[in-house]
């Protein structure tokens, strides 16, 4: 297999060059080992398909979600604004991410701030790649196994995307099932918000619980995600009910990679 | 003609008080923020007449939305009948628009079924509150006046309904027996369901007359206090639906807003020599402490709950348990808003009662249990928004108070280190490209 070669926009610009599209790893993506996985697929996939990409690397810093959602606007737009220059120094036009929450705050509250460009999420760019004929994707392993998608927040009720995500795994021959609450019904993971970086307030339930058990209860071999934060919280709902070793927790880009045989 | 002048007092009285009570909650509204909301008013119109007119958020509940359908039906189309029913009060005429003809005894006859399906529609409302007794109308926040106020509705139009019905079918009777005042040479309107009731009606048409001039005025009068009684009720919605939708957040559900006055001091921060732009006096506070730190439009949503609970019953939080209601948060809202405005009312407008929405309403720990997943603002028929309201009093405890929970407190310390909501050195953010799979 090709060896992963992933060049930073810093790299690039002293070749003289510039990536179709810059990859937005993210936090969770670059430090968390769950979602290390998903950002290694993510980036193998862009090198499969020919897609000239390149990363921020050490330029790289937090969005400021966590920050906003928390309410502290001071950070978020210090973290925007610092961010803004970087990419306009970059001159970047096209972002995509694998995390809806950077997705969401790049998109649609960079833009005020200084910051305007075309933001996709993984989800979407695999879909205009398939559609493009650039990436072509057949069901291999998960030919006829019983998935189901669980909709991150701040992809489909934050920004109307809930046919990308679908579409692109169904591309994999499945058998597709979906839960009661999905797309603009969909059930948070219980992370938004900031409540990613703090234990929940006290009820009765923990909320990635209530969804793990609202999934299982369908009998899924795999519950597909597309969020960083959806990974860890479903994660540890499966394994409350000690059901990780029949049922998967996956990335979208994971079982694309996978399928194509390039994970 | 004592009738009449009786009418036209009662009319003038009913009106007045209830413009009365619309200025004051337009007083209260504007104690808002302002924000301009005159941007695309062709999408505002659209979604406008999507979601208010034409109840397209109802559909999520089909029962519900079935039976909402007839009450909002019948309760326009059966108020054109209040227009005919002034005209003959105030001029001593009776039934003033029959010279419409086979329109009008269309009319009549589409009010009837309407009238009767009105009647079904508040009995089956009323079983769902009260035998059935839906988790949504039972949970913490519907203590004795949210239940009774939506009781007291249907129970009214119930009477209103029935006075309608039976004011017909004495009217029908005494149109049959040619009573004076009643006749008019023909039987005007029709009377598909009040002819029913017909065998139950006493014989003697002075006892016909009396019954047909009770409802009569039973029904305006009765119609008369609840347009006065609205303004006061969760049943406020039947008005402000319309101005409420107009005015939705027409941006992405996930876009949050970026505050102007931070943004003007963060440039600063980030750029020393950058010259401040020329503001009006600083905010008084960042973020939401209590109802005069929230926009115009929060505080509007306030007043166009109807307090269905299909925000809350979404909610993940309210779901498992946690102490967060986002209908809570939309009736604390008005509740001091409508305090406040009494204050102003009492005391002037500078009167301090040392309450405040957040704490004395809303707590610490209602707000850190949103997971701002926006389910609350997608369930909400009449799209309300009471995530904002939640993120502007974060605002205010973060950057005002700096009493975020202590994790949370850790996280922002680590943005501002590190770049990063973990512990981890920028350097690092290359790993993932060394590991090995």
């Given at each position: 297999m090709e060896k992963l070669v992933v060049p930073t926009m810093a790299d690039m610009m002293a070749k003289g060059e510039k990536p179709e599209?810059?990859?937005?790893?993210g936090c969770a993506g670059s430090f968390d080992d769950r979602a290390k996985k998903v950002t290694k697929a993510v980036a193998k996939i862009l090198q499969h398909s020919g897609v000239s990409f390149a990363v921020l690397g050490m330029e790289e810093s937090c969005t400021g979600d966590p920050a906003k959602r928390a309410g502290h606007e001071f950070l978020f737009q210090m973290q925007a604004m610092s961010n803004v220059m970087v990419l306009n120094g970059y001159e970047v036009t096209k972002i995509v991410t694998a995390c809806p929450h950077c997705f969401n705050t790049i998109k649609n509250e960079y833009p005020s701030l200084g910051g305007n460009y075309e933001v996709v999420h993984h989800s979407q760019l695999l879909q205009q790649l398939i559609d493009a004929g650039r990436l072509k994707v057949e069901?291999?392993?998960?030919?006829?196994k019983k998935i189901t998608f669980h909709d991150p927040c701040y992809l489909g009720?934050?920004?109307?995307?809930?046919e990308a995500p679908r579409s692109v795994i169904q591309k994999l021959d499945i058998y597709f099932t979906e839960m009661k609450?999905?797309?603009?019904n969909g059930l948070c993971c219980g992370a938004g918000g900031a409540q990613m970086f703090k234990e929940p307030e006290n009820?009765?339930?923990d909320i990635n619980i209530e969804r793990a058990e609202e999934a299982l209860a369908l009998n899924p071999e795999i519950i597909a995600v597309g969020c960083p934060f959806c990974m860890t919280m479903l994660s540890d709902g499966v394994k409350n009910f000690n059901k990780e070793h029949e049922v998967q927790v996956k990335d979208i880009a994971e079982m694309i990679a996978e399928a194509i045989d390039i994970n | 003609m004592i009738a009449n002048i009786l009418f036209v007092l009662l009319l003038i009285a009913g009106v007045g008080l209830f413009t009365k009570k619309i200025r004051s909650v337009i007083r209260n509204i504007k104690l808002g923020q302002d924000l301009n909301l005159s941007d695309r008013p062709m999408e505002r119109l659209q979604t406008m007449i999507r979601?208010?007119?034409?109840?397209?958020?109802?559909?999520?509940?089909p029962v519900a939305a079935f039976f909402h359908v007839i009450l909002y039906v019948g309760f326009i189309i059966i108020n054109i009948e209040v227009i005919e029913i002034i005209i003959d009060g105030v001029f001593?005429?009776?039934?003033?628009?029959?010279?419409?003809?086979g329109f009008y005894n269309f009319l009549i006859g589409s009010f009837e079924y309407l009238a009767f399906l009105v009647l079904i529609a508040c009995f089956v409302f009323l079983s769902r509150r009260?035998?059935?007794?839906?988790k949504r109308f039972h949970m913490?926040?519907?203590?004795k006046w949210p239940k009774s106020d939506a009781n007291i509705i249907l129970i009214t139009e119930i009477f209103l309904m029935s006075a309608f019905l039976i004011m017909n079918a004495c009217d029908f009777q005494l149109q049959t027996l040619q009573a004076e005042h009643y006749f008019k040479g023909e039987i005007v309107g029709a009377f598909p369901i009040s002819s029913a009731l017909i065998s139950f009606l006493p014989s003697e048409v002075s006892t016909l007359e009396f019954i047909e001039r009770f409802c009569w005025w039973f029904h305006i009068i009765g119609i008369l206090a609840f347009l006065n009684y609205v303004p006061y009720s969760k049943h406020f919605h039947i008005m402000l639906a319309f101005p409420n939708t107009y005015y939705s957040?027409?941006?992405?559900?996930?876009q949050f807003t970026n505050m102007e006055s931070v943004t003007n001091e963060v440039k600063l921060m980030l750029d020393p020599s950058a010259t401040p732009p020329p503001?009006?006096?600083?905010?008084?506070?960042?973020?939401?402490?209590?109802?005069?730190?929230?926009t115009w439009k929060q505080l509007m949503d306030s007043y166009s709950c109807?307090?269905?609970?299909r925000c809350t019953s979404a909610c993940p939080a309210n779901i498992t348990g946690?102490?967060?209601?986002p209908r809570k948060i939309m009736m604390d809202t008005r509740d001091r808003l409508e305090e406040v405005g009494k204050n102003i009312d009492q005391?002037?407008?500078?009167?301090?009662?040392?309450?405040?929405?957040?704490g004395n309403y809303i707590t610490e720990e209602e707000l850190w249990?949103?997971?701002?997943?926006n389910a609350c603002t997608e369930a909400c028929p009449v799209n309300i928004d009471p995530l904002s309201i939640i993120i502007d009093m974060r605002r205010y405890l973060v950057m005002?108070?700096?009493?975020?929970?202590a994790e949370l407190q850790g996280m922002f310390a680590k943005i501002e280190n590190n770049?990063?909501?973990?512990?981890?050195?920028?350097?690092?953010?290359?790993?993932w490209t060394k590991d090995e799979n």
């Open positions: 599209v810059l990859f937005w790893v069901g291999g392993s998960f030919k006829g009720r934050a920004n109307g995307e809930y609450r999905s797309r603009a009820g009765n339930k | 979601v208010a007119l034409g109840q397209s958020k109802m559909g999520s509940r001593g005429t009776h039934r003033v628009l029959s010279f419409l003809g009260n035998i059935l007794k839906l913490k926040e519907m203590t957040k027409l941006t992405p559900k996930g503001t009006d006096a600083p905010p008084a506070r960042f973020g939401a402490k209590d109802v005069q730190d929230l109807t307090e269905c609970g946690k102490l967060l209601s005391h002037g407008a500078d009167f301090n009662d040392s309450k405040s929405l957040l249990a949103c997971t701002s997943c005002e108070q700096s009493t975020a929970p770049g990063a909501p973990w512990q981890f050195p920028a350097s690092d953010r290359m790993n």
